[in-house]
């Protein structure tokens, strides 16, 4: 869980990044995030569930991310 900011590590270590985006717990794009960007401030979202897609060459994930 996180208040705040949303540290990401580990970006460098994925080979040709397609994008990052932040979307809400329904899937509505929230916001689209830089390919270097380690730093997310979440500080003006509601409390709630929200996730981080990453989209690269070799595949892609999601991350559950909970904002108190």
Do not use: C, M, V, W
């Not at 990044?17 to 689209?32: C, E, P, Q, V, Y």
């Not at 709630?48 to 897609?53: A, K, Q, V």
């Amino acid at each position: 869980p996180t208040s705040n900011i949303l540290y990401i590590k580990g970006l460098d270590k994925l080979d040709n990044i397609s994008f990052i985006h932040l979307t809400d717990n329904k899937g509505a794009l929230i916001r689209n995030i830089g390919i270097k960007e380690e730093e997310i401030d979440l500080s003006n979202l509601s409390t709630g569930i929200y996730f981080l897609h990453i989209k690269h060459k070799n595949g892609s994930g999601r991350i559950k991310i909970i904002k108190q």
